[in-house]
T-cell receptor
Framework: DAGVIQSPRHEVTEMGQEVTLRCKPISGHDYLFWYRQTMMRGLELLIYFNNNVPIDDSGMPEDRFSAKMPNASFSTLKIQPSEPRDSAVYFCASSLWTSESSTDTQYFGPGTRLTVL | GEDVEQSLFLSVREGDSSVINCTYT??????LYWYKQEPGAGLQLLTY?????DMKQDQRLTVLLNKKDKHLSLRIADTQTGDSAIYFC??????????FGKGTRLHILP
């Protein structure tokens, strides 16, 4: 398997523009997570889905942020309008929860580095 | 090299204090973090400490940092069943690199 795939790897945009980040989870995984990483706050969980349904979006910072998972193999994180303080690395991760295992390992994508000028 | 180590398991009786320990190797780390992972959920940032601090308290959580020994600890006072989870220690090296430990599974005994 190719692992979790994210695109683009780098995005530079101007303040006020719409930004869309994409993620393809590992095939068969039923959980998908979006994280944001900054020096000040480390890795922050933004939102996660189970079987394409958003379970917890309490980490989404503002209404400017939205995430969708239209099917099991694709998710987007959109920022509209973008602001300089949104500059960070955004990670997508996926996992498979099984009742036999008491832990669920998350597999991370390479991240998208977003710079908002 | 860069490494973060923590014990894999800890069992604590409900109502007692839990202390989870972590050691790291990179003395240039600027932030150190504690994350909590509950079953079926993502990593939740519990608290973080800047490297020039030696203690941070937030309700039932106390973080102690011994920079000389490169030792970080998380104390949870009055441990409850809801505290049962895996706790990850992490350090930031640069603005795009965070090193995680393998996690400590906290088990609460009745």
């Amino acid at each position: 398997d190719a692992g979790v795939i994210q695109s683009p790897r780098h995005e530079v945009t101007e303040m006020g523009q719409e930004v869309t980040l994409r993620c393809k989870p590992i095939s068969g995984h039923d959980y998908l997570f979006w994280y944001r990483q900054t020096m000040m706050r480390g890795l922050e969980l933004l939102i996660y889905f189970n079987n394409n349904v958003p379970i917890d979006d309490s980490g989404m910072p503002e209404d400017r942020f939205s995430a969708k998972m239209p099917n099991a193999s694709f998710s987007t994180l959109k920022i509209q309008p973008s602001e300089p303080r949104d500059s960070a690395v955004y990670f997508c991760a996926s996992s498979l929860w099984t009742s036999e295992s008491s832990t669920d390992t998350q597999y991370f994508g390479p991240g998208t580095r977003l710079t908002v000028l | 090299g860069e490494d973060v180590e923590q014990s894999l398991f800890l069992s604590v009786r409900e109502g007692d204090s839990s202390v989870i320990n972590c050691t790291y190797t990179d003395s240039s780390s600027t932030y150190l973090y504690w994350y909590k992972q509950e079953p079926g959920a993502g990593l939740q940032l519990l608290t973080y400490i800047f490297s020039n601090m030696d203690m941070k308290q937030d309700q039932r959580l106390t973080v102690l940092l011994n920079k000389k020994d490169k030792h970080l600890s998380l104390r949870i006072a009055d441990t409850q069943t809801g505290d049962s989870a895996i706790y990850f220690c992490a350090e930031s090296i640069t603005d795009d690199k965070i090193i995680f430990g393998k996690g400590t599974r906290l088990h609460i005994l009745p």
